[in-house]
């Protein structure tokens, strides 16, 4: 990264997010661990610096740079051509042997992140930027302004299972950048999603050949949201994977039920509610689909009838708790049983106090939101108990690709 003024390397300090409650058991998602609390706090925005969040590579420490350029945009490499995917041999010190290394450019030009993927951003100064920041994930009623990308898909000459990432960004006080990662097999089965943190490369359940990024972007509280300028992400394998157990068929629970609403909202994804709308939610990013396709899908069967939906929200109560996977690899609250939502053993028998994992008093045992053409088509008039297979688990899960492009809301 070039600049006219002096750099300096910060370590990234780490701070809690806060989830704020707007219903009863409603689909609620938060301000997460921020990538970087402020280099310089304060100075960063009115030096217009340009820092590089590192989401680090797979051996090395967790650092932050910022250089001041007085130009308030990300700068790239003044050499590097716009809006590129370029892979490139990664350095031995940056990464174990037979790792690669590539990167995306997130200028707006067609190999960054397309506009069939994007989320409420958009590409302004030479990075990628929420387009509206004051628009919120409906269920979450933050005040904060989200959107996300995916990027494109990059196919790898040999099995990986482990992904570390690293953005050019600048992150104004208070404002989140998070990068989730999941990877594709010979079979073209995607894995779940899982977030490549600080200083934690992003482990893959299972080795794979094509991995994908998902960027979501936070704004503060003042309104301003990250810019980011580029991504590298680079993937290997160190031979310790140990894969999730599967199912021959995919995993069934019975869980509470409640009705989501919200019409003309935005989901996690980006979708705009509408009435008579057929999606879930479920509290997790790990099985959240992009916007418009059906890839991480439920069946959902309720008193009238099962109906099939994708996951195109996060919620409710939690946004940590991928209840459906087996408590070894779930994300948080593994010593629950799989099957058994946090917010359910919370309202049931006081788990946690009796709190969801944001310290909200848990009103109801909700582990999945039915938008309202889902809620109603499944036979509720009322919030109530559910049976839900996970479509996407299982060895013969079929979540694949454009295959999944399909209308949702198939009924029997």
Same mark, same amino acid.
């Given at each position: 990264m070039r600049g006219r003024g002096r750099r300096r390397l910060h370590h990234i300090a780490r701070t809690g997010g806060t989830e704020h409650a707007d219903r009863t058991g409603g689909t609620g998602r938060t301000d997460r661990i921020p990538l970087i609390d402020s280099i310089r706090r304060g100075t960063v925005l009115r030096r217009s610096a340009v820092c590089a969040v590192v989401l680090p590579a797979l051996a090395g420490p967790l650092l932050g740079t910022c250089t001041g350029t007085g130009t308030g945009t990300i700068a790239a490499s003044a050499d590097a051509p716009a809006a590129r995917v370029a892979s490139v041999a990664s350095e031995t010190s940056e990464a174990t042997? =037979? *790792? !690669?290394?590539? *990167? !995306?450019? %997130? =200028?707006?030009?067609a190999d960054? /992140?397309? @506009? =069939?993927?994007? /989320?409420?951003? +958009? +590409? *302004? #100064?030479? /990075?990628l930027r929420i387009r509206d920041t004051g628009l919120a994930a409906a269920s979450g009623r933050t005040g904060r302004g989200q959107g996300s990308a995916v990027l494109p898909v990059h196919h790898l000459p040999h099995e990986v299972d482990r992904v570390a990432a690293e953005a050019v960004a600048e992150v104004p006080p208070g404002a989140q950048l998070l990068v989730d990662v999941r990877g594709r097999d010979g079979s073209g089965r995607w894995t779940e999603w899982r977030e490549a943190a600080p200083g934690v490369p992003a482990r893959l359940p299972r080795t &794979?050949?094509? &991995?994908q990024a998902r960027l979501v972007l936070r704004s503060g509280p003042d309104g301003t949201g990250p810019a980011v300028g580029r991504l590298r992400l680079t993937a290997d394998s160190d031979g310790r994977a140990t894969p999730a157990p599967e199912a021959d068929v995919p995993f069934t629970a019975r869980v509470f039920a409640t009705r989501e609403g919200l019409v003309g909202g935005t989901t996690a994804n980006g979708h705009v509610i509408r009435p008579d709308d057929r999606f879930v939610a479920l509290p997790s990013r790990r099985g959240l689909s992009p916007k418009g396709s059906a890839e991480y899908s439920v069946r959902v069967c309720g008193p009238a009838r099962c109906e099939t939906a994708p996951v195109w929200d996060v919620g409710p109560w939690n946004i940590r708790d991928d209840h459906w996977n087996p408590s070894s690899v779930r994300e948080m609250f593994q010593s629950l049983p799989q099957g058994l939502p946090e917010a359910q053993a919370a309202y049931e028998s006081g788990y946690n106090? #009796? %709190? =969801?994992?944001? #310290? $909200? $008093?848990? %009103?109801? @045992?909700?582990?999945?939101d039915l938008a309202d053409g889902t809620f109603y088509n499944v036979g509720l008039d009322d919030n109530g108990w559910v049976t839900v297979t996970y479509l996407w688990t299982g060895d013969t899960a079929t979540a694949r690709g454009n295959e999944g492009r399909e209308g949702p809301g198939n009924a029997s």
């Open positions: 042997r =037979d *790792s !690669v290394t590539w *990167s !995306v450019e %997130l =200028d707006g030009t960054g /992140a397309g @506009p =069939d993927d994007d /989320a409420n951003v +958009h +590409h *302004s #100064g030479g /990075a &794979v050949t094509d &991995v106090d #009796g %709190l =969801d994992g944001f #310290g $909200r $008093r848990v %009103l109801n @045992p909700a582990g999945i």
